[in-house]
């Protein structure tokens, strides 16, 4: 496998499916993938709490790594994320990544008592929280941060270092955020390499990380990945607006080769409709484009 390239699968958060979600896991732990992905909606009561299905399911395995995609900054103080995070690393030997967002459903937010940003508040917001969850971790001394929305004295960094930080940016601030102080993107609305959303969001990116002197190619692209996987080939893979529609096993391991090789994808989350996807992307799809662009 190429360095940076992460195979993933998404599972449910919902309640009534723990058990299921937890085998599943396991399963794509023994499979070899490289994480596994659960949202994060606090405010709704059937949903199982994100960062509970992370922990427990960690316990669970070995080697695969958890990612909330993408916590609910505004439900989640930054100060504690990082006390999370970097609990969740420790315990499972560093096999955690932070999904991150500026939180887009402002009236759920607000309805579990979280503050009520403004769009611009909320991207400012998320740039702070980025920035001090990576204050609070990897040891070292005490900090004091006095931020516009968030303030800590004299606190401890965890030991463990912080986690891979992926973003769920959509807007041009938030995508500017993302490139000065990111690891990774993870396009929304399931865009993928061909969308009209990557073309125009990621040179936002890249010239927001350029501009603070970093390397554009630092902050990887993560696609959350939709479709078909079919018995046999489709005649046509994308609809008439260039969306990926799925098709067969050989047809995805084309599409996502060259993907990696034609544009730098550094990795993939899959939302599998049933369990034959699931076990077509872990044991067909993952291994021969892993094969592929080794």
């Known amino acids: 496998m190429r360095r940076g390239i992460s195979f993933g699968v998404g599972v449910s958060s919902a309640a009534g499916e723990a058990r299921r979600t937890v085998a599943e896991v396991v399963q794509a732990d023994h499979d070899g993938l490289d994480h596994f992905s ?3 909606h606090p405010y709704v009561g059937d949903r199982l709490d994100a960062y509970s299905i992370v922990g427990f399911a960690l316990g669970a395995t070995t080697r695969i790594s958890g990612l909330v995609n993408v916590t609910n900054l505004p439900t ?3 100060p504690m994320l990082a006390r999370t995070v970097t609990s969740l690393s420790s315990l499972s030997e560093g096999r955690i990544i932070l999904g991150m967002g500026a939180g887009g459903l402002l009236n759920d ?9 403004s769009p611009a508040e909320a991207v400012r917001a998320f740039a702070e929280g980025i920035t001090l969850v990576r204050a609070l971790s990897g040891g070292g001394d005490p900090v004091t941060f006095e931020g516009e929305f968030y303030q800590v004295t004299d606190l401890a960094p965890g030991p463990a270092p912080a986690p891979p930080i992926w973003t769920g940016s959509n807007g041009p601030k938030s995508l500017a955020v993302t490139g000065r102080l990111a690891d990774g993107w993870i396009p929304g609305h399931a865009a993928d390499w061909l969308s009209d959303r990557y073309r125009w969001s990621r040179p936002l990116i890249d010239e927001a ?5 970093r390397d554009p190619a630092d902050v990887v692209t993560v696609y959350n990945t939709t479709g078909r996987i079919t018995s046999s080939p489709l005649k046509a893979t994308r609809d008439d607006e260039r969306k990926w529609l799925g098709g067969s096993a050989g047809q995805w391991i084309e599409e996502l080769t060259g993907a990696v090789l034609d544009h730098g994808a550094a990795g993939f989350t899959y939302f599998p409709a049933d369990d034959t996807m699931r076990k077509l992307w872990a044991q067909e799809i993952v291994p021969a484009v892993r094969a592929a662009v080794s």
């Not at 990380?209 to 002197?213: F, K, R």
Request: charged share 20%.
């Open 109 to 117: 937010i607000a309805r579990v008592g979280a503050p009520r940003h």
């Open 38 to 40: 659960v949202s994060d």
């Open 76 to 78: 989640r103080p930054a």
């Open 209 to 213: 990380a350029s501009a603070a002197g």
